[in-house]
C-alpha cells in the first residue's frame, strides 16, 4: 500500500496548461502501475490516463489524446499529468491512483491505493 499526495491544480483559462503531480510513499514505487482519474460534478470518475510501472506502455482517454501526458519518475516516487490547451469540459477533480502490478490498468476497480483529489477549474 502506498500514500499518494496530488498538487499542482488550480483555476486556468481555456487554452492554458496545468501540470499535476503525485507523489507517493514507500520503496516500491516502481512497481506499481499508476494512473490519473477524473471526476467531474454528477459524472461517473474515468480513467484519462495510466501508465505501467516501466513507462513503457501508456493510455489516454479519447477526450485528452493529444492535450495530456502521463509520465513517471520512480526515483522521485512521482507521476505527473501535463495537460495542455485546456477546455472547460475539462474541470473536474483529478485523482491519481496506484495499484501494484506490472499491467496497465485502466479501470477504477483494479487500482487500490487513491489520492484525495486536487481541484481543476477551467474558464471559458
Known amino acids: 500500500q502506498v500514500q499518494l499526495v496530488e498538487s499542482g491544480g488550480g483555476l486556468v483559462q481555456a487554452g492554458g496548461s496545468l501540470r499535476l503531480s503525485c507523489v507517493a510513499s514507500?520503496?516500491?514505487?516502481?512497481?506499481?502501475?499508476m494512473g490519473w482519474f477524473r471526476q467531474a460534478p454528477g459524472k461517473e470518475r474515468e480513467c484519462i490516463a495510466a501508465i505501467t510501472w516501466h513507462a513503457s506502455i501508456t493510455y489516454y482517454a479519447n477526450s485528452v489524446k493529444g492535450r495530456f501526458t502521463i509520465s513517471r519518475d520512480n526515483a522521485l516516487n512521482t507521476v505527473y499529468l501535463q495537460m495542455n490547451n485546456l477546455k472547460p469540459d475539462d474541470t473536474a477533480v483529478y485523482y491519481c491512483?496506484?495499484?501494484?502490478?506490472?499491467?496497465?490498468?485502466?479501470?477504477?476497480?483494479?487500482?487500490?491505493?487513491w489520492g484525495q483529489g486536487t481541484q481543476v477549474t477551467v474558464s471559458s
Open positions: 491512483a496506484a495499484d501494484r502490478s506490472y499491467s496497465l490498468l485502466v479501470r477504477s476497480q483494479d487500482y487500490g491505493d
Open positions: 514507500g520503496r516500491t514505487f516502481s512497481t506499481y502501475a
